[in-house]
């Protein structure tokens, strides 16, 4: 009877136990799968002429520097992407842009009726006046009192439509060049008597180095003169672009709002005590 009782015992137990076991098996939940990493934005392609100082130009190394430079970088940190600059000659410019050689052009491009037909822009960045700079020794009394006068301009430049427009008729002999610092080296070889350019640039990158003693600005600012000189700089795009040109509009509200544009523009023109945002 014992070893009936022993057995029986030993049976619950054996039971009991294998209960046990399957009671004690844990339930294996389910691995979370990871958050997507966040898609990086592409670069900015931006097409800048680098013989536009202090606009755009280079550094004794070689880099892209300059006040459209500056503000490019700004904007491109506003919008989350990274600006990579492509040289282009300036007559170049748009028809690199219809191309798709770069996604934008931030070089000092005014907004004018004619470009508006091509090219889409943001709103202005800046705006400053062109005049006309000539020789101290040649008495200026309006356009027809250079007549037969030498003037270097940028090929494809608002200047450039200016000079054509308004300065040939009148008997001015137009010299138009590949890049705003070849007029200079011509100005200063004795081969033209002056230019017609924009205010703040020919001041840096002509009238305060050495060799432009000579030159001075004449008659009035060309502010008129809005068919050919438009209503600022602003950045240009092709059309269709209205997400970047709405995210770029926004950044140059930002920069402007924030301080960052007064620092860049402080850096290059509070030696000539002004905003060249203009009014």
Request: charged share 25%; with cysteine; glycine share 8%.
């Amino acid at each position: 009877m014992k070893k009936l009782l022993l057995v029986a015992a030993l049976g619950v137990l054996v039971v009991a136990c294998g209960k046990k076991e399957e009671a004690a098996a844990p339930v294996q939940a389910p691995t979370p799968t990871p958050a997507p990493a966040p898609v990086a934005l592409a670069d900015l392609k931006v097409a800048i002429d680098a013989t536009y100082e202090p606009f755009t130009y280079k550094t004794p190394d070689g880099q892209p520097t300059g006040f459209d430079v500056d503000i490019a970088n700004a904007l491109c940190e506003q919008i989350k992407r990274k600006c990579v600059f492509v040289e282009q000659a300036w007559d170049g410019m748009i028809p690199g842009l219809l191309a798709k050689k770069y996604d934008v052009i931030i070089s000092s491009m005014s907004i004018t009726e004619e470009r508006l037909k091509q090219v889409d822009f943001t709103d202005k960045y800046y705006n400053t006046p062109s005049k006309i700079i000539l020789r101290k020794d040649i008495a200026f009394d309006g356009p027809a009192s250079i007549k037969d006068k030498k003037i270097g301009v940028l090929k494809a430049s608002t200047q450039e439509k200016y000079a054509l427009g308004e300065l040939k008729k009148v008997g001015v002999n137009v010299v138009s060049y590949e890049a705003q610092d070849q007029v200079y080296l011509d100005i200063n070889a004795g081969r033209l008597d002056g230019t017609v350019a924009d205010v703040m640039e020919v001041t840096g990158g002509f009238l305060s180095k050495p060799g432009a003693e000579n030159y001075q600005f004449v008659g009035p600012a060309l502010s008129d003169f809005v068919q050919y000189f438009g209503t600022g700089a602003g950045v240009a795009m092709a059309k269709g672009q209205d997400d970047l040109k709405a995210q770029l509009n926004t950044a140059i509200k930002a920069i402007r709002d924030n301080g960052t544009y007064k620092t860049i523009n402080d850096k290059y023109f509070a030696k000539y005590g002004i905003d060249v945002y203009g009014e």
